[in-house]
């Protein structure tokens, strides 16, 4: 187990880190977060080409850029410290992980570049109510021939972003991935009003649109999951961390009573229990990433590790966001007060992929229990 | 490495023409001291070999992998070796020193009172010089193995009008004598591990204080800060235990006196491994809603040893403790109460029993009845959250009403 970063790795942090504090301060997410789009399409282009963030976790030979899970990591933790606004999670992520997992290496060295690049936009569509991502409740069917999907995705991350769509759908009773352009005939997208503004949701309907089959077997949707569940749980401490640290920082300054309320104990301790409720989801989303790069990601124990991650990730991140407006007191609860950002992040994603009691019960199963 | 292997073989070769296992444990022990093998990482003139501690743990290791017994170790005996080499003088070296490691006396310690744990510097047993003896009034409490132990180290105020942390000194005090007495403390969980110690016109001779007056404050944190190094240190005896022969007999006697103390110390943890064993057993495991809070703990169990991990990673790499470092204790607590709280509800009525009724030989109704402990021996839950937000968070420290001369400090009403 590596619970340390390596040298190189350490450096890749502070690469992200530092792109993140230029590109990403509260002002520009704030005025991203207010656009149809919600990215700087710029920033994307510089994120892709010289960080080179999408693809990091994918092998060279499908067309990644051959790092792993730990670094995939990495720039997650960071994304959700500074909720830097990007299509990263749906094509850097989903889309990427789908396509690695799904397609065979000729379908990735064709489909993964251009992602890679920054020039096409990937999403994934899966979900088709509020509790699926796996698919046992799969409605879309394809055409006999693979050649075209019909049926309703809900939940499709920056499902109005992108360009390309990689679609579940039931192909002879088995639940198979599919390609499926955009902009083709058929495919009707329309935006869902999400609650946290930084992460823009769709629902996608597709009506006989033309699809390519992905793959030459039934797709195991398992790895794509564990991989976006533990991108997920790392993104969640990075936002836990900023408040976190916001947390303190304002307690340290505001003066009630003659003196700063950081010397209540009442406050101290709050704090003192939030640290340790997020060191511990840390090491929980450190140590799954670290199971995902030695084991791979489809077995039982990436499922253990990244369940596990997830469920206490997002406890802690929404247990920090709850405690800092708290903390704030009248001015946490406003629009003008930069709490309110990562709180909407951290409800979200407290039941996006999944909620956490899912999260346990799919980590015991793993185990075995 | 060269040095160590030649080191170990030299070691070897000593052990091979001393080591009799017909010996008693203490003529063993005595070679020990006179020859410093047993203590290979203290300084030559005091039993040992003035060697680094990392030579002196290869030196322990091959006295275990060779199945020879090494000195005396159990019990509070190595926070009394620890101080005292570290603040005593060279008549107190030679004077305590040998027969703490020979195990001919065994110690305990006398910091806590009624009035003063978690302000440990609140000490208000007195301490008052007449002639050539300091004379010893006051009462101590937790004091574990106190109703066996030979010497206390002893911490007492000798002046009155100086802030609290500086009129504190740190003393040896014979407990057989007729001015101490000592009471076994029976806890709510029916074991006596510790006791109450009433020091009544005790006497300690001038000599005995370990350091300058009024230096007490800093000689305890250097036992504190052995006593937490030594907190999650396996118990048991080892391996060494289960060798057969007179002087493993007197070995194992030894031990099981001075780790009597201990043993519902596992209980008092929450006995996390005991979980999913009575869930089967019980067949609570198919009950969803117990399910959630298992998986809680496990999680929570496994991230409080990770972090561990993390804080071991980063002292490897030779890098600043992270808050990681600073949270074991405080995680733990969390921890067993969980623990506590599930097995509860796996045992549903089962756990209105005790004794042998209750599962598992009493061992689930021990945990139900241990657990409080764990947030408040060592250090509460609350003075750990202080300082894990005034150290590691950096926030203010609480206005203090103690800093003035003591004699003025607001004490508990039974004080004053």
């Known amino acids: ?369 | 490495m060269a040095e160590i292997e030649s080191l170990k073989s030299e070691v070897r070769s000593w052990i091979e023409s001393n080591w009799d296992p017909g010996s008693s444990l203490v003529e063993w022990r005595t070679k020990l001291a006179d020859t410093g093998w047993g203590t290979a990482h203290w300084p030559e003139e005091y039993f040992g070999k003035g060697l680094s501690p990392a030579e002196g743990a290869e030196i322990d290791q091959l006295f275990a992998d060779m199945g020879v017994l090494g000195v005396a170790t159990s019990g509070v005996r190595m926070l009394a070796a620890a101080t005292i080499l570290e603040h005593g003088n060279d008549a107190q070296k030679k004077q305590y020193l040998r027969r703490i490691i020979t195990g001919e006396d065994s110690w305990c310690q006398l910091f806590s009172e009624p009035g003063s744990g978690s302000d440990l510097a609140g000490s208000t047993t007195r301490a008052d010089l007449d002639g050539d003896s300091w004379v010893i009034n006051g009462q101590k409490v937790w004091n574990t193995s106190a109703h066996h132990a030979d010497y206390g180290l002893l911490l007492a105020r000798t002046d009155w009008d100086v802030p609290k942390h500086q009129g504190l000194s740190y003393f040896i005090i014979d407990m057989r004598q007729p001015g101490v007495e000592v009471r076994q403390l029976k806890q709510m969980n029916g074991h006596a591990s510790f006791n109450e110690v009433f020091m009544t016109d005790a006497i300690v001779p001038r000599e005995n204080m370990l350091d300058q007056p009024g230096n007490g404050w800093q000689v305890a944190v250097t036992t504190l800060a052995h006593e937490r190094r030594g907190f999650d240190r396996i118990r048991g005896g080892g391996a060494l235990a289960q060798l057969e022969g007179p002087i493993f007999d007197e070995y194992r006697r030894e031990v099981e006196i001075d780790n009597e103390p201990y043993k519902w110390y596992p209980q008092r943890a929450g006995r996390v491994d005991l979980i999913l064993e009575r869930a089967r057993e019980t067949g609570a495991i198919d009950d969803p809603v117990i399910r959630q809070d298992i998986a809680r703990l496990l999680t929570m169990s496994q991230a409080a040893q990770w972090t561990a991990g993390r804080a071991r990673a980063a002292q490897q790499a030779g890098k600043p403790q992270g808050p990681e470092g600073s949270l074991g204790k405080l995680a733990a607590s969390n921890i067993a109460r969980l623990a506590s709280r599930v097995h509860t509800d796996i045992s549903a009525m089962d756990a209105m029993l005790t004794g042998a009724e209750s599962p598992h030989d009493g061992v689930i109704a021990e945990i139900l009845v241990s657990v409080p402990a764990v947030s408040i021996a060592g250090g509460t839950d609350e003075i750990q959250k202080n300082i894990i937000s005034e150290r590691v968070l950096g926030m203010p420290k609480e206005p203090r009403f103690d800093t003035g001369p003591f004699r003025d400090v607001p004490r508990n009403v039974s004080e004053t």
Not at chain 1, 70 to 81: A, D, P
Not at chain 1, 113 to 137: K, N, Y
């Open chain 1, 1 to 369: 187990m590596a619970f340390k970063l390596t040298e190189d790795q350490e450096q890749f942090r502070d690469i992200v880190a530092r792109f993140c504090r230029d590109k990403s301060p509260t002002t520009a997410v704030r005025e991203l977060m207010a656009t149809e789009a919600g990215y700087d399409a710029g920033v994307w282009q510089q994120l892709c080409a010289e960080v080179g963030a999408v693809g990091i976790h994918v092998p060279e030979a499908k067309g990644g850029v051959g790092f792993g899970p730990v670094e995939l990591s990495i720039v997650m933790e960071e994304f959700g410290r500074s909720l830097l606004c990007s299509p990263y999670f749906a094509s850097g992520v989903l889309a990427t992980t789908a396509i690695a997992e799904a397609a065979t290496a000729e379908q990735a060295n064709e489909l993964l570049p251009g992602i890679v690049s920054g020039d096409v936009i990937g999403a994934l569509a899966v979900s088709e109510d509020a509790r699926s991502f796996e698919p046992e409740r799969l409605q879309t069917v394809a055409a006999e021939d693979g050649g075209s999907v019909t049926g309703s995705k809900h939940f499709v991350v920056d499902g109005l972003n992108a360009n390309l769509l990689i679609v579940s759908a039931r192909l002879n009773n088995e639940p198979r991935l599919f390609a499926v352009d955009a902009e083709a005939a058929g495919v009707t997208r329309s935006a869902q009003a999400s609650m946290d503004p930084t992460r823009k949701l769709a629902r996608v309907e597709f009506d006989n649109a033309p699809a390519t089959l992905l793959g030459n077997s039934a797709v195991d949707i398992t790895p794509i999951y564990n991989t976006a569940l533990v991108a997920l749980a790392n993104e969640m401490v990075g936002g836990a961390q900023a408040l976190l640290d916001a947390a303190v920082e304002y307690t340290k300054l505001r003066v009630q009573f003659g003196r700063t309320i950081g010397s209540f104990q009442a406050i101290k301790h709050r704090l003192a229990d939030l640290l340790l409720q997020v060191e511990l989801a840390k090491s929980t989303a450190y140590q799954a990433a670290q199971v995902l790069a030695d084991e791979g990601a489809a077995g039982a124990k990436a499922s253990e590790a990244a369940s596990l991650a997830k469920a206490a990730c997002a406890d802690a991140y929404l247990e920090a966001a709850i405690q800092c407006i708290q903390l704030h007191g009248g001015i946490g609860f406003t629009w003008e007060n930069d709490t309110h950002l990562w709180f909407k992040r951290a409800k979200s994603s407290e039941v996006f992929l999944g909620s956490p009691n899912q999260h346990r019960e799919r980590m015991l199963q793993a185990m075995g229990v």
